[in-house]
């Protein structure tokens, strides 16, 4: 049984940080492209950022250089470490396994809360 399981989130002062981590089991972890993506109330889910399997990121315009995506494939955990969090960086924050090959698997974690609020 796949699981992926968030864990980090919370409430944060603007200007503050947190470290979200995405723990996984029952999958080839190594193999998959992890990524963080977020919703917000009455928005669609976009994506935050991406890791593959070889450790190329990629972030989304609005959190470049602030957030940081990275992997242990010794511990199945991907991490988004979050730097100078604003008001709208508040969302729900998903992470999500991808692997494209003759066949397509992909799988959601149930999200976890940041609130960046005074």
């Known amino acids: 049984q796949v699981q992926l399981v968030e864990s980090g989130g919370g409430l944060v002062q603007p200007g503050g940080s947190l470290r979200l981590s995405c723990a996984t089991s029952?999958?080839?972890?190594?193999?998959?492209?992890m990524g963080w993506y977020r919703q917000a109330p009455g928005k669609q889910r976009e994506l935050v950022a991406t890791?593959?399997?070889?450790?190329?990121?990629n972030y989304a315009d609005s959190v470049k250089g602030r957030f940081t995506i990275s992997r242990d494939n010794t511990k199945n955990t991907v991490y988004l470490q979050m730097n100078s969090l604003k008001p709208e960086d508040t969302a729900a924050y998903y992470c999500?396994?991808?692997?494209?090959?003759?066949?397509?698997?992909?799988?959601w974690g149930q999200g976890t809360q940041v609130t960046a609020s005074s």
């Open positions: 999500n396994a991808r692997y494209s090959g003759i066949k397509e698997y992909e799988y």
């Open positions: 029952g999958i080839i972890f190594r193999i998959y492209t």
């Open positions: 890791i593959t399997s070889g450790g190329s990121t």
